[in-house]
């Protein structure tokens, strides 16, 4: 289940990272929180133009991280909130979850798309 909070956050600006762990080492890329879409099955869709050292990552090892925050959203000690999600990731470049991406931003190549295993809110 998706904390409101976190959809809250994705309707700010912000910086989303996004870790994966390859044969030489850790490597992040970024995007936005406006470009994070979620399913009705709490799938977390992510557009990737490029992506293709996370691509190659996640082919080997689909364990990602993703970190994304708000200094607009209520935290829990102040202003400010973000959350901390591991789970497992994918690239998909056909079906619905590709299409939907597609129908927002024509530039996508490919659907990075996470199940999460934990979403955990770290402020």
Same mark, same amino acid.
């Given at each position: ?28 890329? *970024? ?25 190659? *990552?996640?082919?080997? *090892?689909? *364990? ?60």
């Amino acid at each position: 289940m998706i904390p409101e909070k976190l959809l809250e956050i994705l309707k700010q600006d912000g910086i989303v990272a996004i870790a994966t762990l390859g044969e030489d080492g850790p490597h992040m890329v *970024n995007t936005w929180n406006s470009y994070v879409k979620i399913t009705e099955e709490g799938r977390l869709l992510i557009p990737a133009g490029y992506m293709n050292r996370t691509e190659a *990552n996640v082919a080997s *090892n689909p *364990n990602i991280l993703i970190t994304l925050g708000s200094s607009k959203v209520q935290g829990l000690h102040g202003p400010g909130a973000g959350f901390l999600i591991k789970g497992k990731a994918s690239f998909e470049t056909s079906g619905p979850d590709f299409d939907l991406l597609k129908s927002k931003f024509s530039w996508v190549r490919a659907a990075l798309a996470i199940d999460p295993d934990s979403i955990t809110q770290t402020w």
